[in-house]
């Protein structure tokens, strides 16, 4: 179980608190209006972002004193952040070992098969299309194996008929994993979220059934969605 007690952030003059709980392997949607906040809270579960107050704890244990890297999860952008200069093999085998010294090959391949991408291991991420990029940046978070996945609006720059098929990937491969995930759009959420965190006017709320929340939202949602 992920808590968040009491945790507020600021940044200059903006301002978020959040106090809630998220079941080990639920299906989280995060969403809300543009600046509310949705990046911020996943980066300062992940470390990334400072909390001025409030702790973090993964199954009862404080995770907020911990650096980024010793968190139990990983974290995918939409820039999917692939270098540019290593073969997908060696971009998978970071998540595992920075130094690529004790990188399991086989471990990399059978991740690689997961996600559709058998054979195409030794490519570098330009000889991939948007789609098999997105494919390698989930393999990498798939390989770590972390119990918390969070995911910041990760196929935005996708079709949608790409982005359908890696929302049902994720589904199907985050398997045990609590996943979080950033996204603008409802649909979205609906299709792989049977729970939401809205994130607006300096809060993110308790996860709600995410087909209440879109059906009866509340008036911050309702105007963001163009429903006001
Ligand atoms: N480094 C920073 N210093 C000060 N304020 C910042 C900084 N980064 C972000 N902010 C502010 O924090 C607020 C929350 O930003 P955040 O990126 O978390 O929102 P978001 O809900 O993810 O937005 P979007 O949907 O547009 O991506 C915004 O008002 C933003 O201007």
Known sequence: MLSLEG???VQDDFRLEADLTLAAGARIAVIGPSGAGKSTLLGAIAGFQPAQAGRILWHGDRID???PGRRPLSMLFQDQNLFPHLTVAQNLGLGLDPSLRRVDHRAVDAVLERVGLSGLSARKP????????SRAALARCLLRA???LLLD?????LGPALKAEMLALLAETAGPALVLMVTHDPGDARAFADQTVLVAEGRAEPARPTATLLDHPPPALAAYLGQG
């Open 126 to 133: 330009a000889q991939l299309s948007g789609g098999q990029q």
């Open 65 to 67: 004193t911990l650096p």
């Open 7 to 9: 945790l507020q952030i």
């Open 146 to 148: 972390r119990p918390i």
């Open 153 to 157: 609006e990760p196929f935005a720059a």
